[in-house]
């Protein structure tokens, strides 16, 4: 099992978002989350992606296993330069007035040298291209 979350409650301040979440992930698994709005979804990807409040809620209990490992104490950078998750969100609110060259150059942002950064960008562009013509 690659990821494995265990009856995760997490919240905003006073509010609980999540009553016990559990399910779990194979690797090369699609899984799918869906509900109401208010039902948690987004809720429990911010908690799996790690980002700090207030933009994330903050995780009360249970766990989050990646590869048989908590990660509930893990930094979210540490979670994209070891290649474990990313949140990749949808809207307007990260990055939207950047271009698309701008924003595959954030995503490369981990690897240190400008040289390797290029090269991902370089080699990924044209399957990210493919792959958002082929989805309209």
Excluded: W
């Amino acid at each position: 099992m690659l990821l494995d979350v265990q009856n995760l409650k997490a919240g905003y301040g006073n509010i609980e978002a999540l009553h016990g979440v559990s399910f779990n992930v194979d690797k090369g698994e699609i899984v799918t989350l869906i509900g109401a709005n208010g039902a948690g979804k987004t809720s429990t990807l911010l908690s799996l992606s790690r980002l700090p409040p207030p933009e994330s809620p903050v995780v009360t209990c249970g766990d989050i296993l990646f590869d048989g490992a908590s990660i509930l104490k893990t930094e979210p950078h540490t979670l994209i330069q070891k290649k474990m998750m990313v949140l990749v969100p949808e809207g307007r609110h990260i990055f939207g007035n950047l271009t698309v060259e701008e924003n595959l150059q954030m995503a490369t942002y981990p690897h240190r040298k400008e040289a390797d950064r290029r090269e991902i960008i370089a080699a990924r562009a044209p399957e990210a291209a493919r792959r958002a013509f082929k989805r309209r």
